[in-house]
């Protein structure tokens, strides 16, 4: 669903509406592509569509709900392997990595509801942030990721855009 900023909204609302438009790019650029178009790696690293979605869902688990002693579900994380949550696994279907996204900003809303924006909690790294932090952080890091599907949806079928916007 297309959403403007509020053009006078409060901090708190309008920094996670701006991550809401993101993540509904990230939905976006996946739908109406067959298993084998999302899996496939369009890059030397071995980046691929589904790839972005499970790293951005363990992304959105870690710094909202890690970062803020919430619950996660098991994390696609190895210390041997740094880039394992974008990897697909043979046992991971499609709608599991999608399901798994949409459970992870579902519990992301939770906190970022529970929690004042400028209360700290612990970043994985050791520091404390505030929400107000993380949530910047995550606008961020959802838009990067959402530009980099953007660049291989266009390499798989032609299709190109920001946001889909209703006519």
Known sequence: MFQRVPFTGDEKTSLQVALQRHRDVVVWKIEG????????????????????VKHLAAVEYGWFCATFGRETEPMPFDEEDPEADLRITPDETTADIVDFYN???????????????????????????SMRWVLIHMVEETARHAGHMDILRELIDGATGDHNRPD
């Open 33 to 52: 592509l067959d298993d084998d178009q999302l899996r496939r790696q369009m890059t030397p690293s071995g980046t691929s569509l589904l790839g972005m």
């Open 103 to 129: 459970r992870a900003c579902r519990a992301a809303d939770v906190v970022i509801g529970e929690v004042g924006i400028e209360e700290l909690g612990n970043a994985w790294f050791g520091d404390q942030v």
